[in-house]
């Protein structure tokens, strides 16, 4: 049972496309990380995010944390074929060493 | 730097037949994860290790799975005897005592026929 939901589950869009990706859960935690994950191997740090309400932003990447921080958003803007990938969130309690991950989304950005 | 080193890669197996993966950490890294993800979903954590010592293991079959992190460096995680629904990807990571991010390798494919 994934306490972190994602939605959607896969995305397929074409290259130049605005998307937003959603982290919503029941539970408060004291920070949120998204990661990016590429076939064949593990998951990368994006971003983390500790205040409720707080936006980060990463090139075409715009991270946001809900202000109960409870749920998180990802948003990328003109996406590019290089930005396929699953994308997962996690979220902490307490410290980052206790992840809880998401059910990720898979993002396909087509030529 | 050189990252997680995970061995090996991809690793097929008949059910009932053991099996044993191993990790390097980075250097200096003294926590050490070992997770189970299975197809397009998030990973799930089987144990956490601080050094030597096994400080979260609640989400370990111990019945048919054991790891061991001999002198607070390597790691080798263990199946015996592997089942069907064994079948993932099972990634280590590892941190630093002084920051919350964890560096992934890249996991071993584990088939079970």
């Known amino acids: 049972t994934q306490l972190l939901e994602q939605s959607p589950q896969f995305l397929s869009i074409q290259e130049g496309e605005n998307l937003t990706v959603y982290c919503n859960s029941s539970s408060v935690f004291s920070s949120l990380q998204w990661y990016r994950q590429e076939p064949g191997e593990g998951p990368v740090l994006l971003v983390t995010v500790v205040t409720g309400g707080e936006v980060k932003k990463l090139k075409r990447l715009t991270f946001q944390f809900g202000d109960a921080r409870k749920d998180s958003s990802l948003h990328i803007t003109a996406a590019q074929p290089g930005d396929t990938g699953l994308y997962l969130c996690a979220g902490a309690r307490g410290s980052a060493r206790q992840l809880t991950f998401g059910s990720g989304t898979q993002l396909t950005v087509l030529p | 730097e050189a990252g997680v080193v995970q061995s090996p890669r991809y690793k097929i197996i008949e059910k009932k037949q053991p099996v044993a993966f191993w990790c390097n950490p980075i250097s200096g890294h003294n926590t050490l994860y070992w997770y189970l993800q299975n197809l397009g979903q998030g990973p799930e954590l089987l144990i956490r290790?601080?050094?030597?010592?096994?400080?979260?293991d609640s989400q370990l079959p111990k019945d048919r799975f054991s790891a061991e992190r001999l002198k607070g460096v390597d790691s080798t995680l263990k199946i015996q005897p592997a089942e069907l629904g064994d079948s993932a990807v099972y990634l280590c990571?590892?941190?630093?005592?002084?920051?919350?991010?964890?560096?992934f390798g890249p996991g071993t494919r584990l088939t079970v026929l």
């Open positions: 990571a590892s941190s630093s005592g002084g920051e919350d991010t964890q560096y």
């Open positions: 290790y601080e050094n030597e010592e096994a400080v979260d």
